[in-house]
């Protein structure tokens, strides 16, 4: 099931957001950030796929997703903190 799922990136990752997603799916902000709106599976890929960005991406929607995200980054954390 493909869900509504809305990322703000950086400008400094335009190149990677341009190379990821399609034009249409892309929106520019007055100051350069890029708002993603596309549909994808929430499964455990979407999960390793975002954290590939990792401080260059911010979950806009569904905000429960943010807290998936940081609950799946705390532990790979846990497991690896010297």
């Not at 997603?21 to 455990?44: C, K, R």
Request: avoid cysteine; proline fraction near 5%.
């Amino acid at each position: 099931v493909y869900k509504k799922i809305v990322l703000r990136f950086p400008k400094e990752v335009a190149y990677r957001v341009y190379d990821e997603f399609d034009i249409t799916q892309v929106e520019i902000q007055t100051n350069g950030d890029l708002i993603v709106s596309t549909e994808m599976p929430e499964d455990a890929w979407l999960i390793g796929y975002l954290l590939t960005f990792g401080t260059q991406v911010d979950i806009i929607e569904p905000l429960y997703l943010k807290e998936v995200l940081a609950e799946q980054a705390r532990k790979i954390y846990e497991k690896n903190k010297p």
